[in-house]
């Protein structure tokens, strides 16, 4: 330190002493200025002679404290930043250190620097090294209680940056720390919650507690707002038939529901496009924006039901004409049913192969049988119903007919040899050749036997001889008999039992009305009650029994109804050599009411009480 002219070492210790106790009690950097410009007043020689007194004015205006006390929030200058703390100029004696931690990093750097202007709180006025310590974050946080106490009294919004994920909810950023449920994040639960975090957005403050540091937000009381006034402008505009803009919200299995902008409406599966969609997922995802048409709104309920293919013109309109009958194309199999094959054959429309379409020899049970979905089959047209939306189509025909061969090489009266393929109660399927199939009817089995089910005569697998009666190419039918192998009896039965000829006969069958007599093997004829006796009988069992050999005369013969009508008692008569003339005449002519009604319908109340067939 130079020594001042004109001035007495006991003058100079003591600025000396003045000046180092000065530099405890402040920063090294302040300490250092004063120091200059104590020193320059040292080293003027011209103005050594200054007095003790402007030396220690000029001290005292170094040293001057403003009224500082803890508590306090003031603005000051960066002076310097180190690497673990800045120092701050708030016009004090010494200057004050603030935590390089309480100043943000943007882009990777500390968003600090020499000059810039900060508001700080003064923690403490001195620490054990002189210091003022200060706090940035202090300062924020109070300034940030200000907004957020006069915001809650006001009802005001405030902005926040969402930073963290907590329990419950996320916290958020106002300036100080704030608490976001769960349940107030958006309008609907919130799976994912970490989208939302580094996101800003403003907020209502629903609870606010200074003392405890307590603040709970709410986004979703702000969507509400939004979303009613939103509601109330769609519902204006709402009309059937308007077309309106919204966002995919939700995707179920029958549909997605659409954000118009305050209410939701249902966008159906089957709404979606003219073509088949399996989910709407095939064609939608969340948060897609599209138009759509408005199909129906009900007002008292508030539901709207949305359309999207209405928007595009209907495939099936130009359908007749784009596919006419007998239009040969190719398409892929979408679906199967029990009934058939549906494919497609634009977009929008499709058509149904019936399983009677597949094949013209094979039985096809079910279409798996012959395709599976997303094979390419080709098909011709066979009708169009575009009122109903439908289209018939064939795989058959694009394949020569067997039936047409069929019907040139087995002509009516061909014999064939075949195997029994299956029974029903209607008769038996024969096989013919490959997926060809003969039906021998249970009436073409017997001339003269009745047979109640065609398994009283044969079993799966049997072969029998038959002849083919006709080949149905139209209904895809082969007609076989089997009674055709032999002549019919009943062709010349006039010729072989004359009216008016006796004959002994078997008693088979007794009825109410009468008994039923064998000529000969599968020749029945029947005897009216009236016809039995010479006695007046109620019963038949009062003359016959089954089994017994009666003498009979032919009165009636009906070829066509295969019906033989005879009396014993005729023969009776005939025996006394009585006036049988005008009895005869009398029996012949009603022999068509009695003997013939009663023969067939009759026998329907026979057949009920004995079924077998057998005699009783």
């Known amino acids: 330190m130079g020594t001042a002219s004109g001035m007495s070492r006991v003058d100079q210790r003591r600025i000396q002493k003045q000046f180092m106790a000065v530099t405890t009690k402040q920063t090294l950097t302040k300490a250092q200025k004063q120091r200059a410009d104590i020193m320059a007043l040292l080293d003027e020689g011209d103005q050594g002679k200054k007095t003790d007194a402007d030396f220690g004015g000029l001290f005292e205006e170094s040293v001057k404290e403003k009224d500082f006390k803890v508590g306090d929030v003031v603005n000051g200058t960066v002076v310097e930043v180190q690497s673990d703390y800045v120092l701050v100029d708030i016009n004090y004696k010494s200057e004050g250190l603030i935590p390089i931690n309480e100043f943000r990093i943007v882009d990777g750097v500390r968003a600090v620097k020499p000059g810039d202007q900060v508001e700080v709180y003064i923690d403490r006025v001195e620490n054990e090294n002189g210091m003022v310590v200060l706090s940035k974050d202090k300062a924020d946080m109070l300034r940030a209680w200000n907004d957020i106490s006069r915001a809650a009294e006001n009802e005001e919004l405030i902005e926040g940056t969402i930073i963290a994920k907590v329990k419950g909810g996320l916290s958020v950023d106002i300036g100080v720390k704030a608490f976001l449920p769960g349940s107030q994040i958006d309008l609907r639960p919130v799976r994912n919650m970490d989208i939302y975090i580094g996101k800003k957005y403003k907020f ?184 109903n939306r439908r289209i018939s189509l064939g795989m058959k025909q694009l394949m020569p007919n067997p039936w047409v061969e069929l019907k040139e090489n087995y002509p009516p009266g061909t014999i064939i040899e075949g195997e029994v393929k299956s029974i029903t109660d209607f008769g038996i399927f024969v096989g013919i050749e490959e997926g060809i199939d ?91 009650i009236s016809e039995l006796s010479m006695d007046r009988i109620s019963k038949p069992e009062e003359a016959v029994k089954v089994g017994d050999t009666v003498r009979a005369e032919i009165i009636s013969i009906d070829k066509d109804a295969r019906k033989i009508g005879l009396s014993a008692k005729l023969v009776k008569l005939r025996e006394s050599k009585a006036d049988v003339e005008d009895y005869v005449k009398k029996a012949t002519s009603t022999s068509k009411t009695t003997m013939g009604d009663l023969f067939g319908d009759a026998l329907k109340g026979l057949d009920t009480k004995n079924t077998s067939g057998k005699p009783e």
């Open 438 to 528: 003969g039906l021998v009817h249970i009436s073409d089995f017997s001339w003269t036997k009745r047979v109640n089910h065609p398994s009283e005569m044969f079993a799966k697998g049997q072969k029998v001889r038959a002849v083919v009666l006709g080949v149905d190419i139209e209904n895809e039918r082969f007609s076989l008999g089997l009674k055709q192998l032999e002549a019919d009896p009943w062709a010349h039965i006039d010729e072989k039992y004359k009216i008016g000829t006796q004959h002994d006969v078997k008693v088979t069958k007794l009825a109410d009305f009468g008994v039923f007599v064998e000529l000969e093997a599968d020749i029945e004829g029947l005897i009216h």
């Open 204 to 387: 209502k403050v629903i609870k606010f507690n200074k003392k405890r540091g307590n603040i709970v937000l709410s986004r979703r009381a702000l969507l509400e707002e939004e979303r009613e006034n939103l509601r109330s402008q769609t519902l204006d505009a709402m009309k059937e038939g308007s077309i309106v803009t919204g966002i995919v919200k939700n995707i179920t299995d029958y549909g997605a529901f659409i954000d118009l902008g305050g209410m939701d409406g249902l966008l159906h599966i089957t709404d979606m496009s003219w073509g088949r969609v399996k989910h709407p997922s095939e064609i939608l995802n969340i948060g897609d924006e599209l138009k759509v048409q408005v199909l129906k709104y009900d007002t008292e309920r508030e539901r709207v039901s949305l359309g999207l293919k209405q928007l595009q013109a209907d495939p099936w309109e130009a359908a007749k004409s784009q596919f006419p009958p007998g239009t040969k194309l190719s398409g892929k199999i979408v679906s199967l049913a029990d009934y058939g094959a549906f494919v497609e054959l634009s977009e929008g429309v499709e058509g149904l192969i019936h399983v009677s379409e597949m094949s013209w020899t094979k039985r096809v049970k079910h279409p798996s049988q012959i395709v599976n979905v997303g094979d390419e089959v080709n098909v011709v047209v066979l009708e169009v119903d575009g009122a």
